[in-house]
């Protein structure tokens, strides 16, 4: 005897195992899926949108939205230096809120500027990003581009951004179309041109073009738990208009782009002048975009960041600042580790000149720092729990011994 002929959907042809919920009419069904694309396309077609202005902006009282300088203040008791990269994100983050409280009647609609953060490592990009998330009263993720791909390879779409700014805004669809996304190592994604594989570039010009209608603003199906899409799974509809995305990345290399490109406007009788007044220890503040097309960015990507950024190398005295002065800096780190066992740690000036000099030497920037100090304080962190005492000086020949000791044992470990 046959089995029952399965109830299917008239638009997709779902069956009713397949999905949530499969509505019966006169002659024929629709599934849920089905009813919400519908239900959206209707709301388009009359002119209403997605969501009115009032709802994305509800809940934003600009009385109570602290004022670039406030933000910039935050920032300087976590951030040392970086003045021009914390006036961008000040203002950025402040017309978000304004953007979103604007009034609906006025005819006149303010876009949303993305920015781009260019700066070698360990100069402060991701910092900067989870500084200013603590004062943020909107959804805020940091993602990495790194595991991106092109849909239909191997690694994430680039839908799944949204996926985890939808996590931090607890899957509440009008809190995370007013949210930031920081986009980190947005640098390695750029076009592999001189690439001699045949293959696609997946990871690269491929990603960039996927990130094109998130940047813009446009209805993304989201995928609620991230990974890959596939036909059979339930999407979460997000409009990313009011999304502001802040990109970071390193650029490795790009200086040789932007010397390139100073040399070629340095012609004719006043070129030796022009160059004296080219600061060659730091290109990186004369980036303009043409730079980043150079670098592998395609032009479409950077149109959609307006907002061009960079932050400044790191030197002798601002590196010797982050080790002491933040609210949050590595020697305040240690002081209260030690200070949880009962002891109180304290550093020589001549001990913090040695690790500034050592994070020089190893061009790391201010991660440099740390890890020369996690070098330093591994075997005292050992040792003293275990020892009956109050306090502890970390002197200029101790911290040299314990540095000579952990290169002894990586040169060991390579023989």
Do not use: W
């Not at 690694?155 to 509440?172: C, F, M, P």
């Not at 920081?182 to 045949?198: L, W």
């Amino acid at each position: 005897m046959a089995g029952k002929k399965k109830d299917r959907c008239s638009f997709c042809g779902r069956g009713e195992d397949e999905v949530a919920l499969l509505l019966t009419g006169l002659n024929g069904f629709i599934c849920n899926d089905c009813v919400q694309q519908a239900e959206r396309i209707v709301r388009e077609s009359m002119g209403h949108g997605d969501r009115s202005r009032r709802a994305v902006g509800e809940g934003i009282n600009l009385t109570e939205v602290p004022k670039p300088r406030d933000i910039k203040a935050f920032l300087d008791e976590y951030v040392i230096g970086q003045d021009a990269a914390k006036r961008y994100l000040s203002v950025a983050v402040y017309n978000h809120y304004k953007r979103l409280a604007q009034p609906q009647d006025d005819g006149v609609e303010i876009e949303k500027s993305n920015i781009i953060m260019v700066g070698s490592t360990g100069t402060g990009k991701t910092l900067l990003a989870r500084t200013i998330a603590r004062l943020l009263k909107v959804p805020f993720t940091i993602v990495d581009a790194t595991i991106f791909t092109e849909a239909g390879y191997v690694g994430e779409d680039v839908e799944s951004i949204l996926t985890r700014l939808l996590q931090v805004a607890d899957y509440d669809v009008a809190a995370t179309e007013r949210g930031i996304v920081f986009i980190d190592e947005i640098d390695k994604i750029a076009r592999k041109q001189d690439n001699p594989s045949i293959t696609r570039d997946v990871s690269g010009e491929g990603v960039q073009q996927g990130l094109l209608k998130l940047l813009e603003g446009s209805i993304v199906n989201v995928p609620p738990k991230g990974g890959r899409k596939h036909p059979d799974q339930d999407y979460i509809h997000v409009d990313t208009r009011n999304i502001l995305f802040i990109c970071g990345g390193a650029f490795d290399g790009i200086e040789r782009k932007i010397a390139q490109r100073l040399n070629t406007h340095v012609v004719g009788y006043d070129s030796v002048q022009n160059q004296k007044r080219i600061d060659t220890k730091d290109l990186m503040k004369y980036i303009v975009p043409q730079d980043l097309k150079s670098f592998g960015l395609i032009p479409e990507i950077i149109g959609r960041l307006p907002v061009l950024t960079y932050l400044n190398p790191l030197d002798r005295d601002a590196l010797r600042r982050i080790l002491i002065e933040p609210k949050n800096s590595l020697v305040r780190q240690q002081e209260k580790l030690f200070l949880m066992d009962g002891i109180r740690l304290t550093f020589e000036d001549e001990a913090l000149d040695y690790i500034v000099d050592k994070a020089i030497e190893y061009k790391l920037g201010a991660r440099g720092l740390r890890s020369i100090m996690e070098s330093i304080m591994t075997e005292a962190q050992f040792d003293a729990p275990s020892e009956k005492r109050d306090t502890l000086c970390i002197t200029r020949q101790y911290a040299a011994e314990q540095v000579e000791k952990q290169k002894e044992k990586l040169e060991a470990s390579a023989d």
